[in-house]
């Protein structure tokens, strides 16, 4: 075996290979670099351009939504001519249906 195995094999004295380091290595010490400090002024250009850009898509949803409802509330009512009997039809379902459950009772 060459020195390097045996000292591996054979725990320090000292305790040190219980900790993981090996007796010959160095200390680990860490260096921290100090990173530039970021331009807010552009950050918050980026950040403004996102919010006018937000801004602008939820006001389009929103005229979008209002369109969606009105037609759904067009479709829903029916046009003019087929408004009284789409509700007579409806009555008499009601009433049918009232019916069907008192003769199963």
Known sequence: MTEAAEAAAQPAADGSAARGASSGARPHVNHVKALPK???????????????S??????????LDARIKERHAARKAGSGDTSVPRQRVQELGAAFKARVVRASL
């Open 54 to 63: 937000q801004e602008r898509q939820v006001a389009r949803l929103s005229v």
């Open 38 to 52: 970021p331009d807010k002024s552009a950050f918050d250009a980026e950040v403004a351009a996102l919010q006018a």
